[in-house]
Every structure is written in structure tokens, then in C-alpha cells.
């Protein structure tokens, strides 16, 4: 008999950390279960069901037997039509062949740090960013480097970041716009400013434009736009409503597809079949005419929410234009982020995200609201703030 051995993970491991929300979401599943009424304002997924024309899109593929691998790149027609998109939204002639097909715009981030990275090269993030852009760049034996950022760049990395933290170990830089937590974007002139000192560098610059459709100030622009020797990143999860579904897309200059296409060969092998023939709708007239009504709904919810918490104390230093977050400076309010959340949760049901689960630069000053459920039930959730904070 094999005696009870502890478990061996492997060392790396130890870089990769939880997400410290889903602590506070087990206790508010635990008071929901005990008849508590929670305001979740902590996810960070639409609330909208996938739009009808894709559902239909995915069933037909089901029914009529298309749930076989695709190849490694993507269904060619997806492929084809996401080249479209860019055509017709932008403007853009860009190659089909650029375009690579993933398993959630999480599978591009694995594939393109494992083609780019090598072991002890160190790859810049934004501090608050996306928590698991660090853990991508852990995994792949690189070192990630945060960069403290502040509402004075609106919470992005700039050139002149680049210039001060950029060491011959350096590989790349990743930036998210608009960003998760923050939901503030980079400019089309700071990303031309930021590409050139990448590019100066012999660097990667990956751009992650996941929440490009959500944008509710100035003009949208994807930075493939702006130059070709850059990585773009992008999902059918938020914009397009289909988390679940497991399917995003990176553009790579040519050069680097065929290694991307290698990887994703070994370890995805393809990206889910029926997920890719029912994004087929998701470029459709009908399709972008809901999610263009969505765009809106979630912009009116920016509109009542960030006020409704500024007359609370909570404040945004850096306008937030996109996503459907926002990061607040809950500094006048307590100097502990995380208990804050936590009685939040406790007294108030209402549930956020702490600032803790985006990264150590201030984390405990800041917490992060998703505007991800409807307008009454985001009042109901600052009504309950409202009281819990005595206002
Ligand atoms: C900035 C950012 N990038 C990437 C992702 C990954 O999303 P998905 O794998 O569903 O495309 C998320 C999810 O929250 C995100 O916020």
C-alpha cells in the first residue's frame, strides 16, 4: 500500500497565486446559500446571455455534426472574418494568416509568451493590471517586472516607463486598453510613443484590446493601426458576450505564425469547434446591433455608478472610458482595502474586488467595481454602501 505522500508541485507553482475575490465570493455564496441577499459587483463578465444569432450559430454547428478539431490556427473562415473585422472597423488590410484562433484570449497569452519569452527574461506589466498576465509570464520560467502606474498615465505604461525600466534582460511589455481594473485606455498617440521605444529596443510589445468593444468616450482605434511589428490580443468573451464559449484570436506579425501555430498544434490542438462556427455570427449586421445596444446599456451604468460612488467618497483620479470597471480610490475612506471589501461583503452584501487581487502597487487603497449587473440592482448595491458607510 502506498503510504499518504504530500503531494510534489512543481516549484513554479509557488509564483502562481489565487484570486483573492474568489475567497470573498465563497463567503458570499455561503450567506446567499444562508437566504442573504448579496449585490454582486465583483464579476468580470457580462451579465447579458450570448446574443441569440451566435446561440443559433452554435447549435446548427452541433446539430449538423461540426464538432471535429479545426486546425491549430482556427477555422479558416473565422480566420477570415476576423480579418474582416478589422477591414470594416478599421480600415485594415490585414492578412487572414495573421490572425490565430485561441481558447479564450487566455490561450493567446500562453501561446504568445511561450513563443517570445525565454527563462530569465523579464517581461514589464502594469501595476494594477491583469493579475494573471504575471503568473503567463511565471509560467514560462520569465520574470515579470510591474510598473507602478497612477491616474497621472491613467493607469497605463508609457515610453517614458519603458525608457526608465527597460534592461537588457527585457523581452517585452504588455499593455491592456481599455485596462482591467482600471478602464482607462492608452491614446493612439502614447501607443505610437510606446511601440517606437519598444521597437528601439529589439522588445515585444503585446497590446491587449479584450475590452475594445466596450468604449464609451472618443473614437475606438486598435493599435495594429499604428504598426505591424506588434502582438494583439482579443476575445470573443466580453464585448461579443461569450465567456464560456472559450474563444479569443491574437494577430502576429507573419514571422512569428509559424511557431504560434506549433505550440498551439501540442497544446490546444484547436481551439472548441462549435465555439469558432458560432463566432461566425458574432461579425453579423443583426449580432452587432444588440451588442452595439449592450455597448450603450453599459455606458448608462458608467454614467450613474461613477458619480453615484464619487458622492460617497470613493474617488477616480483617471476617468474610466471603457471596459465595465472601475477602479476606486477608497483612500478617504479607510486605508485597508481589503477589510473594507471584506465588510462590505459581511455587512453591506454587497460584493467588489479588492485592489490586492490586481497587483502591489497601493492595492489597499483601492477596490474594483464591476458594473456587470443591472441599473437596480447597482442602485440597490449604493444604497447599501450608502448606509454601511453612514451617508
Ligand atoms: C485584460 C484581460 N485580458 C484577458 C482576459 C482573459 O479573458 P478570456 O480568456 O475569457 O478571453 C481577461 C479576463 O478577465 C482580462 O480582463
Redesign the pocket.
Known amino acids: 500500500m502506498a503510504e499518504n505522500r504530500a503531494p510534489r508541485i512543481a516549484g513554479r507553482m509557488d509564483r502562481i497565486q489565487p484570486f483573492y475575490v474568489m475567497k470573498l465570493l465563497a463567503r458570499a455564496r455561503a450567506l446567499e446559500a444562508a437566504g442573504r441577499s448579496i449585490i454582486h459587483m465583483q464579476v ?2 457580462p451579465d447579458f446571455p450570448t446574443p441569440e444569432p451566435i446561440v443559433a450559430a452554435g447549435r446548427r454547428a452541433l446539430a449538423e455534426g461540426r464538432h471535429h478539431y479545426t486546425p491549430a490556427t482556427g477555422l479558416p473562415e473565422l480566420r477570415r472574418a476576423i480579418a474582416g473585422f478589422y477591414h470594416d472597423r478599421f480600415g485594415l488590410d490585414l492578412a487572414p494568416e495573421r490572425v490565430v484562433v485561441t ?7 500562453q501561446l504568445l509568451m511561450s513563443v517570445l519569452v525565454d527563462p530569465d527574461q523579464e517581461v514589464l506589466v502594469s501595476d494594477p493590471g ?1 493579475p ?2 504575471r503568473h503567463f509570464v511565471s509560467l514560462v520560467g520569465g520574470r515579470p517586472v510591474p510598473v507602478p502606474v497612477d491616474a497621472g498615465s491613467d493607469y497605463q505604461i508609457t515610453a517614458r516607463h519603458i525608457e526608465q525600466l527597460w534592461t537588457e534582460h527585457t523581452r517585452a511589455a504588455m499593455v ?1 486598453t481599455p ?2 481594473p482600471t478602464g482607462t485606455l492608452i491614446g493612439r498617440e502614447a501607443m505610437t510613443e510606446l511601440a517606437a521605444a519598444v521597437r528601439t529596443r529589439d522588445g515585444a510589445l503585446l497590446v ?1 484590446e ?2 475594445q468593444g466596450l468604449l464609451y468616450d472618443g473614437e475606438a482605434y486598435s493599435a495594429l493601426e499604428l504598426a505591424d511589428d506588434l502582438f494583439v ?1 482579443n ?4 464585448f461579443f458576450g461569450m ?1 464560456g464559449w ?3 484570436w491574437l494577430v502576429a506579425p507573419e514571422g512569428y505564425v509559424e511557431a504560434i501555430d506549433r505550440l498551439a498544434q501540442n497544446i490546444f490542438l484547436s481551439a472548441p469547434t462549435p465555439a469558432q462556427y458560432a463566432a461566425l455570427a458574432a461579425f453579423e449586421p443583426e449580432t452587432q446591433a444588440i451588442l452595439e445596444r449592450r455597448r450603450q446599456t453599459f455606458e448608462l451604468r458608467r454614467d450613474y455608478l461613477l458619480p453615484a460612488l464619487e458622492s460617497l467618497g470613493f474617488r477616480f483620479p483617471a476617468k474610466p472610458r471603457g ?1 465595465f470597471y472601475l477602479y476606486a480610490d477608497c483612500s478617504a475612506l479607510t486605508d485597508d482595502s481589503f477589510r473594507l471589501a471584506y465588510d462590505l461583503l459581511e455587512q453591506a452584501g454587497v460584493a467588489v474586488t479588492p485592489g490586492l487581487d490586481f497587483g502591489a502597487h497601493r492595492p489597499q487603497q483601492h477596490l474594483r467595481f464591476a458594473y456587470t449587473s443591472d441599473r437596480p440592482k447597482l442602485q440597490q448595491g449604493v444604497t447599501r454602501i450608502a448606509e454601511f458607510l453612514g451617508r
Open positions: 468580470g463578465e481558447p479564450g484570449s487566455s490561450g493567446a497569452l491583469y494573471c498576465n491592456a485596462s482591467n491587449d479584450i475590452y490580443i476575445s470573443f468573451s466580453k465567456t472559450r474563444l479569443g471596459a
